[in-house]
Nanobody, 122 residues
Framework: QVQLVESGGGLVQPGGSLRLSCEASGIVFSINGMGWYRQAPGKQRELVAAISSGGRTAYADSVKGRFTISRDNAKYAVYLQMNSLKPEDTAVYYC????????????????WGKGTLVTVSS
């Protein structure tokens, strides 16, 4: 089993920045892809960004150029730097881990964190 713990959410004004962190523990050697996913009220959970153990990345079109995902393989940690935040970025952000793939699809995620709320509002 793998446990994922997110941190870094909060309230930020439009145009502001936040950095999310996620650390994995447990049988971490089984992980390939790690990523961030979000779910807004009344909507399905969707990919924000994912990164493989080799550094290959994938981003949702809505965040390209604003968000950057990074990973520390030694710490089994993944980070999401979010800049130029918009009200439509408001959601619960979940960390996820994929044992086999990059983590581009939520259906392929094997482990989930509990989520951290990001609210973008003035």
């Amino acid at each position: 089993q793998v446990q994922l713990v997110e941190s870094g959410g909060g309230l930020v004004q439009p145009g502001g920045s936040l950095r999310l962190s996620c650390e994995a523990s447990g049988i971490v050697f089984s992980i390939n892809g790690m990523g961030w996913y979000r779910q807004a009220p009344g909507k399905q959970r969707e990919l924000v960004a994912a990164i493989s153990s080799g550094g290959r990345t994938a981003y949702a079109d809505s965040v390209k150029g604003r968000f950057t995902i990074s990973r520390d393989n030694a710490k089994y940690a993944v980070y999401l730097q979010m800049n130029s935040l918009k009200p439509e970025d408001t959601a619960v952000y979940y960390c996820g881990a994929d044992r086999y793939g990059l983590g581009q699809t939520t259906s392929g995620i094997d482990y989930w964190g509990k989520g951290t709320l990001v609210t973008v509002s003035s």
